[in-house]
């Protein structure tokens, strides 16, 4: 049954950013988790503390948490890879942190200089850490349904990821497809397969639009439970292995259908539309939210 109560998480500082090709300033960054707690977003991941040598967007990150207007009730995260990002999370004031893990060698070995292995075993220490400081920890499986290496990724490597990051300590388990290549029947199979481990509560998935099926994927979804879906505004972002493909699913859409459907998100769409528009203009490209589009054309200039 749909959870009445789904949240959404805004991946769009972090997620979005990270795979634009134009570094947005630190103001600009500001501005944006700013504009998207204005517009009722609660759970915003703001940015990572990686190495800049890997992912240079997300240099400065310390300097956007310092910079935001922190307001109750609106949970900040950051994400980290190993021990100096969780102290450099918390030293900036990080409300959650999300650690991260792939489902597939080969992307793991890409992404993170290690094996599945020996990644979640730097991982352990790192959500042990965070829980001792009283940070609730969120973590992601990356390739939940294929790698741009390995094509199709074994479900059972995906539960196993997931069931190995619920047990050791993460709060919720966030499932990406982080190509973009998943549909909805493959997403709710996986999908269920992780909830049979894990629980629905803990549950979140976190689909790409490479194809556009990210928004189908999450009706396919819906049902079983799902604690939270992620999204980015705008659909910012796009597939680090497809030069030119969209991003996440974009907030707009998602906030539109999961209304239409009678599940409030407390996201208030005038105010999101405009956050969007504003992050849109300031990296000179459209939006790619469908919702978004249609909201610029009942608002003209
Ligand atoms: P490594 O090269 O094995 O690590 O990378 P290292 O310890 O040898 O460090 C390399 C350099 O990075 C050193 O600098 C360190 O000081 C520095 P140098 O001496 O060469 O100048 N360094 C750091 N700098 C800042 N903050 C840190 C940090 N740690 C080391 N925390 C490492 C290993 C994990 C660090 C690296 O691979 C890395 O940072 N990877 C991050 C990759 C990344 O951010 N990918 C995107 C996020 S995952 C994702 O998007 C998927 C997701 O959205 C879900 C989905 O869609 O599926 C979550
Ligand atoms: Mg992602």
Not at 44 to 65: H, K, L, N, Y
Not at 176 to 192: C, K, Q, S
Not at 232 to 255: K, Q
Not at 292 to 299: G, N, T
């Amino acid at each position: 049954m749909t959870n009445p109560a789904v949240r959404i998480v805004e991946v769009g500082p972090r997620d979005g950013l990270q795979n634009e090709s134009v570094r947005v300033s630190v103001a600009d960054r500001i501005r944006l988790v700013d504009d998207l707690a204005d517009a009722g977003l609660r759970w915003i991941e703001a940015g990572s503390f990686v190495s800049p040598r890997w992912v240079p967007q997300m240099e400065g990150t310390a300097e956007v948490f310092a910079g935001v207007a922190r307001r109750p009730g609106v949970v900040l995260s950051a994400l980290v890879p190993n021990p100096r990002g969780l102290e450099e999370a918390i030293a900036a004031g990080a409300d959650k942190v999300a650690v991260f893990a792939a489902a597939s060698e080969t992307f793991s070995q890409r992404n993170t200089n290690g094996s599945i292995a020996e990644v979640l075993g730097r991982l352990g220490p790192v959500i042990d850490a965070a829980v001792a400081r009283g940070l609730p920890v969120r973590g992601y499986v990356s390739c939940a349904l294929g790698c741009p290496y390995e094509g199709s990724v074994p479900v059972s490597r995906v539960v196993e990821v997931a069931g190995w990051l619920a047990e050791r300590g993460c709060r919720e388990v966030s499932l990406g497809d982080t190509i973009g290549v998943g549909t909805p029947i493959a997403a709710r199979e996986m999908t269920a397969a992780v909830i049979s481990g894990i629980g629905t509560e803990r549950t979140a998935v976190h689909f790409h639009d490479t194809n556009g099926q990210a928004l189908a994927n999450v009706f396919a979804c819906l049902d079983l439970g799902i604690a939270a879906v992620d999204a980015s505004v705008a659909g910012l972002g796009g597939c680090p292995y497809a030069p030119g493909a969209s991003g996440n699913l974009a907030t707009e859409d998602l906030v539109t259908m999961l209304e239409g459907m009678g599940v409030a998100t407390g996201v208030d769409l005038d105010r999101l539309s405009r956050a969007g528009e504003r992050i849109c203009r300031t990296i000179g490209r459209p939006s790619q939210s469908k919702a978004a589009m249609a909201w610029r054309a009942r608002h003209p200039y």
